[in-house]
Antibody, heavy 117, light 107 residues
């Protein structure tokens, strides 16, 4: 059974960098899309970006200048970095695994990241 | 970017009701549409992919239809466990986008 376990700092100050990691267990790392999605308190889902095991990466245009998604296949992990955070980046961040046909089949538990001075 | 618009934003219904949620895309996405269910405090879960394919383990009372720009999620007989928020997402373009969500409440 595939499990995604994510972790990272939960409290940041404005202008700091957000860094989250998601570890995959119980399943293959290759052949899938690995995504990050966030949800601001009381709001809807926002797709941040994704990386395919082949190395193809795409980002939401509104976040592209601040986002980096990377993968460490040796550790079955992928990561999200978001620079220069503001209060608007306060959200629960989720990592997901999906396929070409079936997106976001597996989800991490979510990490609440709060940006506050 | 492809914009996704869901309606209604909130829906009140009785147990046993037939419920339909609509999702419209700002341009054609063929059948590259998924539906997700999210309960409070939980991660979303995939219900429907490729507009009409039921994810494994999802009850058959859920169904999806549509192609191009207009899609629907139907719950044939609403059950207590179905009260949740539902999101559509297009995955045709490289920049995936979600609808704003539809909250299904108990009437």
């Amino acid at each position: 059974q595939v499990q995604l376990q994510q972790w990272g700092a939960g409290l940041l100050k404005p202008s700091e960098a957000l860094s989250l990691t998601c570890a995959v267990s119980g399943g293959s790392f290759s052949g899938y899309y690995w995504s990050w999605i966030r949800q601001s308190p009381g709001k809807g889902l926002e797709w941040i970006g994704e990386i395919h095991h082949s190395g193809t990466i795409t980002y939401d245009p509104s976040l592209k200048s601040r986002v980096t998604i990377s993968v460490d296949t040796s550790k079955n992990q992928f990561s999200l970095k978001l620079s220069s955070v503001t209060a608007a980046d306060t959200a629960v961040y989720y990592c997901t695994r999906g396929g070409l046909q079936r997106p976001h089949v597996n989800w991490g538990q979510g990490t609440l990241v709060t940006v506050s001075s | 970017d492809i914009q996704m618009t869901q309606s209604p934003s909130t829906l009140s219904a009785f147990v046993g009701d037939r419920v339909t949620i609509t999702c419209r895309a700002s341009q054609s996405i063929n059948s590259w549409l998924a539906w997700f269910q999210q309960k409070p405090g939980k991660a979303p879960s995939l219900l429907i992919y490729k507009a009409s394919s039921l994810e494994s383990g999802v009850p058959s009372r859920f169904s999806g239809s549509g192609s191009g720009t207009e899609f629907t999620l139907t719950i044939s007989s609403l059950q207590p466990d179905d009260f949740a928020t539902y999101y559509c997402q297009q995955y045709k373009s490289y920049s995936r986008t979600f609808g704003q969500g539809t909250k299904v409440e108990i009437k």
